[in-house]
């Protein structure tokens, strides 16, 4: 069975959402985990945090950035 890409507010401690995986985001946003990485390095991508020396995302920031990035006018 496939793991869920985006868990619910209510898994990990006190209604907190975890903490995602550049797997996970880049499952979500459906780019390859490469692109997640190019944006960060170019800032342009969603906010990640250094944990150790992993990174790790936090949902509501994702949802966050997508919306930005839709609020663009292309009409110009």
Do not use: C, F
Request: charged share 25%; aromatic share 10%; no cysteine.
């Amino acid at each position: 069975m496939p793991r869920n890409p985006r868990p619910s507010t209510e898994a990990g401690g006190a209604g907190r959402a975890p903490l995602a995986t550049p797997e996970e985001v880049a499952v979500y946003l459906g780019v390859p985990v490469k692109t997640l990485y190019q944006w960060r390095h170019r800032r342009i991508g969603p906010n990640a945090l250094k944990v150790g020396r992993h990174l790790r995302y936090r949902w509501v920031e994702v949802d966050e950035w997508l919306t930005a990035q839709s609020a663009y006018d292309l009409t110009a």
